[in-house]
Each structure stands twice: as C-alpha cells, then as structure tokens.
C-alpha cells in the first residue's frame, strides 16, 4: 500500500486524499439530502400510511390533492402569505435602509435594532405575539385600541384577521436581514454617481428612480427570492399562534407546511403528505429558476 | 447626500433619523414587553407598564423547578454545540479539497453539493423520519441533530474563502514535507477564522431555533428542545402569560447574548454569505 502511494505522481496522490477527506461528507450527502429527495418523490406515488406496507398508487395522489378542498385553501392560504408579505417587508425594509444610508449617527445600533428579531427563536416570538392579540385586558393591541376609542378586534380568533395577525410577526422578524442586505447594496453604489446627479441638480426622487433602484436590481432580485421562499415555507408562526397548532380558525391560516405535517405525522398518510410535498418543492424551484432567469438577462 | 450627521446643518436629517430610530425601537418592543412581563408577579401580569413595580425572579425559579426547561435549554445546549463542532470541522474540509485539490470529478461533486442547497426540510422530513424510526433514532439527541451534521451552505461558504488562501503557501508546506490533513489543519485552516466564526454563529443560532425537524422527530418530553419545549408548555400554560413569557424569554435570551456579543461578525457574515450565496 505504502509503495503503492509512493510511486504515485503528486496530481494521483492529491486525488487519493481528496477523495479520502470528501468520503465522509459525500456519504452524508447522498444518504441524508439527494437520497431522501428522491425517497419523497416514490414516497409520493403510493398509498403508505406507515402501518401497512406501500402500494403503488401511481398519480392517485396527486388526483386527490386536485380534488381536495382542503389542499386548494391551503394552497390559497400560503399563496396569500406569499404575495401580502412578500411585497410589504421588502417596501418597508427598503424604506428603513435607503433612510438609515443617509444618517450616520448611531447607524451600526439602529441596524441592529432591526435585525436582532431575524436571529431569535421564531416559535418563542410566535407567542410573544399571540399574547399582543389577547383580548382586553391581556393583549397589548386591544388595549390600545380601547383606550384610543376603538373596539376590541378578534385578530387570531377572526377567520378575516387571523392570517393578517401571523403575517405581522413574520414580516417583522425577516425585516432586519433585508435591512442588512439593502444597506450593504446602497454601500456598493460608488458615491460618484450620486455627485454626477447632483452636479446636474437632479431631484432626489428622480436619483432613488433612476439610479439607485436600477444599480439595486440584484439585491432587489435576491430579497425577492429569499424573501418569497421564506413566506411559502411558513410554519413555526402559525403553528404557535394557533389553537392547538392547527392553522385555524376554520384552516384560514394552515399554510402548505402545515398541512403537509398534519397528513404526515398526526394522520400518518404519508403517500398524500409526500404528494403534497413535491407541490411545494415544485413552486420553490419555480421561483429560484424565475430569480436565475431574471439575473441572467441583465 | 450622505454628509455626517449635523443636525444644525440639514434639519431634514433630524426627521429621519428620529423615524429610522423610532422604527428600531418598536422593532424591539417585542423583547422588552417579553422580559418586562417574565419579571412581573402574577398580580401585575395586567399591568402594561414597561418597567415592572416590583421586579421578582420568582417566575423564572418556578419555571426551572415546575417545567422540564432546564433539560430543554441542555438537550439544546449539547445538540448546538455538537453540531457546530461538526459543520466546522466538516464543511471546512470539504470547502478546503473542493477549493484546493484538483482531481477528476470535483465540479461534480460541487454541483452536488450545492444542489443540496435546493431541497428544502419539508421535502425531506417524511424520508428522516422513516430513516430515524427503522434505526432507533426517534428520540434520541442524535436523531434531532444527524441532519445538520453537514451543510451544503457551509461548504459552499468555505469553498469561497478558501479561494483567499495563496496556493503557493500549501505548496510550500507540502514541500517542507508536511502530510496533507495538517496543511488543511495547520497551514489553511487558522487564515480563515473569520469564516469559521460566522459560519459557527450561524450553526448555532440555525440549530438553536429549529422547530420542524425537532418537533416531529421527538415525542417524549425529556428529549424536547427549547423551542419544541416552549410550545408544548404554553400550550399547557395557555392562560398564565406571565410563565408563557418567562418560557419564551429562556428560548430567547441565549441568541440575545450571541448576538450582542458578535454583532459585527453576524452582520458581516450575513452580508458575505447573503450577497455571494
């Protein structure tokens, strides 16, 4: 063996050890990541319910789900959080920036302020929340709307308000990473730009329409795919803040996730929880492919 | 445009600044209504006021005595750490032979790699559990942590900072006859600290804060983690939100502390990872 690698040249030898250093994490790969993908996909086309053994059901699974009520608002439900949330945090952080940019003092601690809620555990936020949307005289919310004159508001209780109310801690808590990564591309923007435009005795408006936001297409397009994955994977909230962790009331706040961890692991339909999950997958790809797209044409 | 702050200067700088700064302050309100409330008595629970009468420990010594908390923030502790200590160790070796090596299939196995990054947890919960259920891993700290072992983000991550470290340096120790795991260990590893440190907050905190995988995978109170722990308790305490809030503000204190003492790597770290990843 000894000999064996000796007479090997330095290009083999690097080879060897680079195969012997990659063994490990390579089989971890394969085992707990590629493997499992596909794992699902199979999973998808039978009928398993973890106590008899798998039938193959072909596309049965995915029949049902389109004819599955259910499914449909959940779908919608997700759907919302996406396309409400998605837009809001991205408007609000990018107005948080591009006025934190301008100001200089205390900047680092202001930044700050806004990320800490990104790095905290989402499911003890989730009912630090919960406990603003009690009603009077609990919730923090109710309180101030009775004491401004206004009546008391059901939020998590309300089939209307309920979805609004998980969303607000969700966009609050991702703020502060788009704040970050805002303030980092408005950092890129070479101040000569900005002089040339002033020198010309353009408006601000027109420097933030014609500069500013054109330079910040790709952090705008990275926020945007971030941001909406993070929205359609939604799960810790809304588990938390409902009752029981069942995304109610009436299932007007069960996201995808959700779902898919009620069908798996309190029905145990694994078949048509792994259906469902190779929806999401789908739409996730979708968006990453749409971003790769977008950034390939500029 | 970004002149200093000189308020005699431009007034509108004062606005703003008062609104970004107000802004930050309601982001935080959360946090200190969380920790108001966990110091109050349970006569003052109805009390909004920020800064409590009669500030008492007792919720906190009741909720360690009462609750399983002090297990969870253990199993936590111990399933963080371990897995950080394994992501470092592991990703940076990766990252290292994929950056520095050259041998036939490395793009391959990049693109691999980081096609792992794609496949969310959801897709891959049902499979784990399966996996976990037929080898004895349900409940178990290995079960809750076996899936973070590796990342693919911190390969990729390191593979880049690699990218930093000249080639002619570790051909210079493989020329003083040094073996090829201590050029990795010795030689490459210690100029990519500021690496190795952003990439261990973020395991942590990532590992801290997880619910999904923790909550399927452990259904005996003793194994829960802090978060899986939190929800399970309230759940029971659904009216006692002053104990609910002592619960969230154990979950949340730790990654308070990271935070505050890191600051300047976790931002960074968000940057270089978010911007390049």
Do not use: H
Request: glycine share 6%; hydrophobic share 55%; proline share 5%.
């Amino acid at each position: 063996m000894r000999a064996w690698y000796r007479s090997r040249t330095v290009g083999q030898k690097q080879a060897v050890w680079a195969w012997i250093f990659l063994a490990l994490p390579l089989f971890f790969f394969c085992a707990i990541r590629l493997f499992p993908t596909s794992y699902t996909a199979y999973v998808s086309l039978t009928d398993w319910n973890l106590l008899r053994p798998k039938n193959y059901i072909g596309f049965a699974n995915y029949l049902r789900l389109w004819n599955d009520p259910v499914f449909w608002q959940v779908f919608w439900n997700t759907f919302k959080y996406l396309a409400i949330g998605m837009p809001i945090s991205l408007v609000l952080s990018f107005m948080v920036a591009y006025y934190l940019d301008q100001v200089r003092f205390l900047q680092g601690t202001i930044r700050a302020l806004y990320f800490i809620p990104f790095l905290t555990t989402a499911a003890a936020m989730a009912w630090v929340w919960r406990w603003f949307y009690q009603p009077v005289p609990i919730g923090i919310f109710n309180l101030m709307l009775v004491d401004m004159g206004f009546s008391q508001q059901p939020f998590l209780r309300s089939t209307t308000q309920a979805l609004g109310s998980i969303l607000a801690p969700a966009i609050w808590a991702g703020l502060g990473f788009q704040v970050v990564i805002f303030l980092a591309g408005l950092r890129a923007i070479p101040e000569t730009y900005y002089e040339a435009a002033r020198i010309d005795g353009v408006g601000r408006w027109t420097i933030l329409k014609e500069i500013t936001l054109p330079l910040l297409r790709p952090t705008i397009l990275f926020l945007v795919v971030v941001s909406s994955i993070g929205f359609l994977r939604i799960f810790d909230k809304v588990y938390n803040m409902t009752v029981d962790g069942k995304g109610g009331p009436l299932n007007t706040t069960r996201p995808l996730v959700l779902n898919i961890y009620q069908l798996a692991f309190t029905d145990y339909r694994m078949g048509y929880a792994a259906a469902q999950t190779m929806v999401l997958f789908v739409v996730l790809l979708a968006v990453t492919a749409i971003q790769l797209r977008a950034l390939r044409s500029k | 445009m970004r002149l200093g702050f000189d308020p005699r200067r431009d007034p509108r700088k004062i606005l703003i600044w008062t609104l970004v700064a107000l802004g930050g302050i309601v982001m935080i309100m959360p946090f200190l209504f969380m920790i108001s409330t966990s110091l109050k008595g349970r006569g003052e629970v109805y009390d909004l006021r920020l800064i409590p009468l009669a500030p008492t420990l007792e919720n906190y010594a009741y909720l360690f005595r009462e609750s399983r908390f002090l297990r969870w923030f253990l199993n936590s502790f111990a399933i963080a750490s371990i897995s950080t200590v394994s992501v470092l160790f592991f990703d940076s070796l990766a990252g290292y032979v994929l950056c520095k090596y050259k041998f036939k299939g490395r793009q391959v196995v990049f693109v691999a790699i980081l096609s792992t990054l794609m496949i969310p947890t959801e897709m891959l919960v049902i499979p784990w559990y399966v996996m976990s259920k037929n080898l004895g891993w349900l409940n178990t700290y290995w079960g809750i942590m076996f899936p973070g072992m590796i990342t693919g983000f911190g390969v990729f991550l390191m593979k880049q900072f690699f990218e930093t470290v000249p080639d002619a340096l570790i051909d210079a120790a493989r020329i003083d006859g040094l073996s090829e795991f201590r050029i990795f260990w010795e030689v490459a590893l210690p100029l990519v600290t500021p690496a190795l440190s952003a990439l261990a907050i973020f395991t942590f905190l990532g590992s801290w804060t997880a619910f999904l995988w923790p909550l399927i995978v452990t259904n005996s109170a003793s194994n829960y983690t802090v978060p899986v722990g939190l929800a399970s308790f309230s759940g029971e305490f659904s009216t006692e939100w002053n104990m609910i809030m002592t619960g969230a503000a154990v979950a949340t204190i730790p990654t308070l502390v990271v935070f505050i003492l890191l600051q300047k790597y976790i931002i960074r770290g968000v940057i270089l990872s978010g911007v390049k990843g």
